[in-house]
């Protein structure tokens, strides 16, 4: 089932990645889970392939969403520095299975927010829209 939901994950970020490719606009990808944080891109023009970077994205228990939280709000406030004109769009893909707590954590006024759950249990949760809502985000549910 987490191979799955990853497997999913990874198509969300393809289709995503072609976009914004076409679109010829930069991107940064931040992965989060087993307990650990990592930019595979950060603020860059969008690879033409992305096959590479996504496989070497791996499933694991621990999602460190708080660390992931609070990493996308410093760089928010550091593009934001950088280039105040510039649009920014979030897009969290999680199933937002964790025991963090988030209620203190604001991303900042200027960017998108969508929260993409990607939740792929037989018992729903529903805490990707739960998130999504405390983070003033647009909410996309999972696709049936």
Same mark, same amino acid.
């Given at each position: +089932? ?9 198509? *969300? ?6 976009? !914004? ?10 992965? !989060? ?14 690879? +033409?392939? +992305?096959?590479?970077? /996504? ?14 939280? /609070? ?44 929260? /993409? ?21 647009? !909410? *996309?549910?999972?696709?049936?």
């Amino acid at each position: +089932m987490a191979q799955q939901q990853l497997s999913d994950a990874k198509a *969300i970020v393809q289709s995503l990645c072609e976009y !914004f490719y076409q679109q010829r606009q930069k991107i940064s990808l931040l992965t !989060f889970g087993n307990q650990q944080c990592q930019w595979l891109i950060r603020h860059s023009k969008t690879p +033409m392939d +992305m096959v590479p970077i /996504l496989s070497a994205i791996q499933a694991g228990g621990g999602t460190p969403l708080r660390r992931a939280l /609070l990493r996308i709000s410093a760089y928010l406030i550091k593009r934001k520095h950088l280039a105040p004109a510039e649009k920014q769009k979030i897009f969290l893909i999680t199933d937002a299975r964790s025991r963090d707590k988030v209620e203190d954590i604001n991303l900042i006024d200027n960017a998108e927010v969508y929260v /993409l759950d990607s939740e792929n249990s037989a018992i729903k949760l529903n805490k990707a829209q739960q998130l999504a809502k405390r983070l003033g985000a647009i !909410f *996309i549910g999972k696709a049936k």
